[in-house]
């Protein structure tokens, strides 16, 4: 297991890296994604995928960025839950917005558990607000997301000066 003072290193996820995903993916969502919609992602243009891996554990977490024109969606972030509260869902989300801005994307969206008050609170920190909600969306537990909106800063930037 990760030790407290280990930081995962970041990077481009690879085809190495489905199962691990997967596995991931299957221990933490009650209707997770197969390892073969992660392998597919990997050969579409309008997807970026990165992985937290620890030298002991090899992956232990990862974010799916989809975008198409100038908007995104965080389609899935993840981190073990042996891993979790250790920065490094903030890191790998920061990555992905780091992208977004590279991509010229003007906004970014994402659904979240209701109830995930960690994962909501991360998303606030860094400046995702509340734009709807998908009542019943989750299953096993049933429960309602929220679809959470995040707008580029160099795009309000442009809006204000003109």
Same mark, same amino acid.
């Given at each position: 297991?990760?030790?407290?003072?280990?930081?995962? $290193?970041? !990077?481009?996820?690879?085809?190495?890296?489905? &199962? %691990?995903?997967?596995?991931?993916? #299957?221990? @933490?969502?009650?209707?997770?994604?197969?390892?073969?919609?992660?392998?597919?992602?990997?050969?579409?243009?309008?997807?970026?995928?990165?992985?937290?891996?620890?030298?002991?554990?090899?992956?232990?977490?990862?974010?799916?960025?989809?975008?198409?024109?100038?908007?995104?969606?965080?389609?899935?972030?993840?981190?073990?839950?042996?891993?979790?509260?250790?920065?490094? $869902?903030? !890191?790998?989300?920061?990555?992905?917005?780091? &992208? %977004?801005?590279?991509?010229?994307? #003007?906004? @970014?969206?994402?659904?979240?558990?209701?109830?995930?008050?960690?994962?909501?609170?991360?998303?606030?920190?860094?400046?995702?607000?509340?734009?709807?909600?998908?009542?019943?969306?989750?299953?096993?537990?049933?429960?309602?997301?929220?679809?959470?909106?995040?707008?580029?800063?160099?795009?309000?930037?442009?809006?204000?000066?003109?």
């Amino acid at each position: 297991m990760m030790s407290e003072s280990t930081r995962a $290193a970041l !990077r481009a996820a690879t085809r190495n890296d489905v &199962d %691990a995903m997967a596995e991931i993916e #299957r221990e @933490l969502f009650s209707d997770p994604w197969p390892a073969s919609s992660f392998a597919s992602l990997m050969e579409q243009s309008h997807a970026r995928m990165y992985v937290a891996i620890d030298i002991a554990d090899g992956v232990v977490g990862y974010c799916v960025l989809l975008h198409v024109l100038d908007e995104g969606e965080i389609a899935n972030i993840a981190v073990m839950p042996a891993c979790q509260r250790r920065g490094i $869902a903030s !890191r790998l989300l920061d990555l992905a917005m780091s &992208d %977004a801005v590279g991509l010229a994307l #003007r906004f @970014l969206y994402l659904e979240v558990r209701v109830g995930n008050a960690a994962a909501r609170a991360l998303y606030a920190s860094r400046g995702f607000l509340a734009i709807g909600r998908r009542r019943g969306y989750y299953r096993d537990p049933i429960e309602d997301a929220l679809v959470l909106q995040w707008v580029n800063p160099a795009d309000m930037a442009e809006k204000s000066s003109t």
